[in-house]
């Protein structure tokens, strides 16, 4: 489980990342003009980009050595991917629809692999 969900990190992260630095005409409209604010959320992205290809690594290799650091990665993303639809206040903005199933994937890693440790 927590294989998949390091992945789907990745998966995510890899396009919206180069989106943002690239300042892709899609970003404008999902993620507003660029700012600072827009930036330091890019910054955000690739930190958790990063470490979900660390740990993922890691994970294949010496899985008892990425359990713990791994959720809590993927506990601070739902906490901050489930209060940003109150904040942003736009359930149809795509950020938050997709932030809100990944959340959703990263619950479940979190409730199998917890007691585990």
Known sequence: ???ISLSLNILVLVPVVAGLIGDASWTGTVFG????????????YLAI?????????????SPDLAAGPAL???AVQVIYKV????????????????????????TVTLFVLAPTL
């Open 1 to 3: 489980m927590l294989t």
């Open 33 to 44: 003009l660029r700012s600072p604010a827009r930036d330091i959320l890019t910054s955000v």
């Open 49 to 61: 980009l990063s470490a979900s290809a660390v740990l993922l690594t890691l994970n294949l290799t």
């Open 72 to 74: 809590g990665l993927l």
């Open 83 to 106: 209060l940003s639809p109150m904040l942003v206040g736009d359930p149809g903005n795509p950020v938050i629809r997709s932030n809100l199933a990944v959340a959703a994937v990263h």
